[in-house]
């Protein structure tokens, strides 16, 4: 898929894929968010109930898995833990690491807004700090991916750029609610899209939104959407 053009724009992965050949950019996103260890334990549980798309535990796929903190989390919880991205060496770390702690992981390289994967895969999907790379096109166009590969009933767990957020209409807003910081040092070069509460709405409309609420992560303005929903 290519990156410009009427396709829409995300090459944010190349600045990750740089940052993950670093240790020091691995060891910055080692850590599980807390939050994902409890949706975690409630897919294991809401996985056996009628229309599941796996075995007991589950079937999850972690979108944007970068070195996998949370792909290896979904392992060690007993879940079937899938991971993509587009960045090859955060791919091989996650597999590095899988091999090292004995644990099954099912990776492969993809773009968010084209997936590799049968209509109802999942049970869970997770798109922690994801599916905004780009613009509010590539992010709708993730969105209905992981609509198709996620089950009815199945659950989504994602982060956004909330408007609040510090670095929000800094740069060129190249497409609306979409900047690029010509001068930034970080992934901040690539497209961002940052949305609001009706933009959160209209983005998640194919979704049941069971929560959604502002955080500032780390605690110094970067204002983050976190939101759960579920397929209808
Ligand atoms: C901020 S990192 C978050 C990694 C991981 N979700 C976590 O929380 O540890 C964003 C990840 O999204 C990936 N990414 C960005 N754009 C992508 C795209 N269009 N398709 C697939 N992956 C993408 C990057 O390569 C990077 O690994």
Redesign the pocket.
Known sequence: MGQGGEAGW????LH??SQ?RERAGILA?SDP?PWVAEVIDMVRGRASGPGRASGPGGRAL?????????TLLMARRGLQAHG????EA?LRHVREQGERLGLAVHLCA????QLPFGPGTFDYV?????IY??TEQ?CAA?LREVRRVTRPGGLLQATMLSKRNREYGLGIEIHSNTFVQPQATD?KVHPHTYSDEPGIARLYQDFRMLAAAERDHGGSGSHHWHLLCEVP
Request: glycine share 18%.
């Open positions: 995300s090459g944010a992965y990750w894929d993950w996103w968010e972690d979108l944007g898995c970068g070195v996998g903190r949370h993509t991205d587009r960045s955060g993809a773009d968010f807004r997770l798109a922690w700090n994801t790379h780009g590539d993730g992934d």
